[in-house]
């Protein structure tokens, strides 16, 4: 009896460690991936070149970094990444909002990416149990994530880093279907989106240098 109790909790609890992507996000990630597909225009076109915008070292969420925190932080939760992810993009679309005047060409554009980010936000809170939020986050995240919510003008000068906001939308996008693989798969071969090869690859207009 010991044996089968012990095998139906770890059939109970299979499900709950894969951290599956909930089917009623694929919708407005869908949808967000759609005004992305456009970030190029919208955030190359419409800048001066090589124009940058500051945000924090934090705020620069590329795919190494969800390679890093993998390997560093044992047993961790995609769903904390995700979280991660939310936070940290929620910052970044502020931050490049905030460098347009009401009539830049791109204000549009980036202020429905906004409402699409947030739709998702929404569909991702909704879809997981209130607790998931409250649940203690590893160090090293919870660390990140205080960095990312302090006050401006307490950060010091070498904590910031000037990006393009073509880049970070690049980092967006790029982490978006890494962390969310569920919903982008394809029917061709297997993708596997974490990998900074596959946005490579056929790519080179958009090669953007890594760090
Ligand atoms: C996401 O957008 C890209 C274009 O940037 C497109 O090629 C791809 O098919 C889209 N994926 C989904 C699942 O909509
Ligand atoms: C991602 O890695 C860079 C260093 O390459 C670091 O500055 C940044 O803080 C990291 N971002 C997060 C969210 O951990
Ligand atoms: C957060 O900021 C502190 C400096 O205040 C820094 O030492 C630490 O490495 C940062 N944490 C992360 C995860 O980037």
Known sequence: PISLSLTLC??????????????SMCTPLKTLNDSLSHRRRYMRHNFPIKYTIRVHHNEVFKL???????????????????RLWF?????????????????????????ELERRFKDAEGVFVQSHPAEVFQQELPDMIQDTWDNLTEEADRVSESRWRYVSPKSLLDNFCHTMHCLFSECFVSIEAQQDYCRVSYWRKGRKKDLQPES
């Open 87 to 111: 936070q940290v993009n929620q910052g970044v679309l502020k931050k490049i909002i905030r460098v347009m005047s009401e009539r830049h060409p791109s204000r549009t554009y980036t202020a």
């Open 10 to 23: 770890l059939f109970l609890l299979a499900p709950v460690q894969m951290a599956q992507t909930p089917a």
């Open 64 to 82: 190494s970094n969800i390679s890093r925190l993998r390997l560093q932080v044992e047993g961790l939760d995609e769903l904390v990444l995700q």
